[in-house]
């Protein structure tokens, strides 16, 4: 995909739209894969939500 973008065969944002999708089918195959091991043991993990989305969110990797 970036091959493609970088010969100017793809719009950046054609080329970001393909990553998105291709990503998420590798994620779907190996959930796939992975749910057919039953000696695979899953934990849940609940995770807290620390920052809130507003305008006054400070940007990534800041901390208050």
């Not at 091959?3 to 291709?22: D, F, G, H, S, V």
Request: glycine share 2%; charged share 20%; hydrophobic share 35%.
């Amino acid at each position: 995909y970036v091959a493609n973008y970088l010969q100017n065969k793809l719009t950046r944002e054609e080329m970001i739209k393909q990553l998105e999708t291709a990503s998420w089918h590798y994620a779907k195959r190996q959930m796939t894969w992975w749910k057919r091991d039953k000696t695979i043991r899953w934990i849940l993990q609940i995770t807290k939500c620390l920052f809130s989305l507003t305008p006054n969110t400070p940007p990534a990797g800041s901390f208050y």
